[in-house]
T-cell receptor, first 114, second 111 residues
């Protein structure tokens, strides 16, 4: 079974631009979560989607948004990019929602904002 | 005070050593505790999952939770060079609550 895939793997943008990242979960998984990982703050939860509905949201500004499609694929968008948005963005999928479900992480998209 | 504190290391040990990794936390509402391993240029993978207090063993790995001290540990016995990675602790209050991660400890096991 294929793992979680994320595209693109690397991205360079400039301040003020917007970016869209994509995540394809493991086949059959309906829950997708997004995380931001930086050396300074570590891994921080962005949001979780289950069956196209946002179930949970972290403490990030409204510039960060996401959505999930009927096939469980998910996208996250960051508008008006800032230098501090440079990070590794990780997507994780699980069969169901909730902490009893094992999350499987993708390799991440490394975003650099110049 | 951050909700979850984890010494970033780096930690360097010889092959075969027993490794102890630790996290402390401040929120007594945390009930679910996890350890993830992250290799360079990869996403984290779940190693251990524990609910409430106690010990859990899986092969060379043992996870301990002491809720009275708000302290969790991961022990690795007979460490191998392939264990070289960053280890992240994570915890949550319950139900559909989000995971809160430590910043990770970078471990190197030298052959």
């Amino acid at each position: 079974k294929a793992g979680v895939t994320q595209t693109p793997r690397y991205l360079i943008k400039t301040r003020g631009q917007q970016v869209t990242l994509s995540c394809s979960p493991i086949s059959g998984h309906r829950s997708v979560s997004w995380y931001q990982q930086t050396p300074g703050q570590g891994l921080q939860f962005l949001f979780e989607y289950f069956s196209e509905t946002q179930r949970n949201k972290g403490n990030f500004p409204g510039r960060f948004s996401g959505r999930q499609f009927s096939n469980s694929r998910s996208e996250m968008n960051v508008s008006t990019l800032e230098l501090g948005d440079s990070a590794l963005y990780l997507c994780a999928s699980s069969f169901g929602a909730g902490l009893g479900e094992t999350q499987y992480f993708g390799p991440g998209t490394r975003l650099l904002v110049l | 005070q951050k909700e979850v504190e984890q010494d970033p290391g780096p930690l360097s040990v010889p092959e075969g050593a027993i490794v102890s990794l630790n996290c402390t936390y401040s929120n007594s509402a945390f009930q679910y505790f996890m350890w993830y391993r992250q290799y360079s240029r990869k996403g984290p993978e779940l190693l251990m999952y524990t609910y409430s207090s106690g010990n859990k063993e899986d092969g060379r790995f043992t996870a301990q939770v002491d809720k009275s001290s708000k302290y969790i540990s991961l022990f690795i016995r007979d460490s191998q060079p392939s264990d070289s990675a960053t280890y992240l602790c994570a915890m949550a209050k319950g139900g559909s609550e989000k995971l809160v991660f430590g910043k990770g400890t970078k471990l190197t096991v030298n052959p």
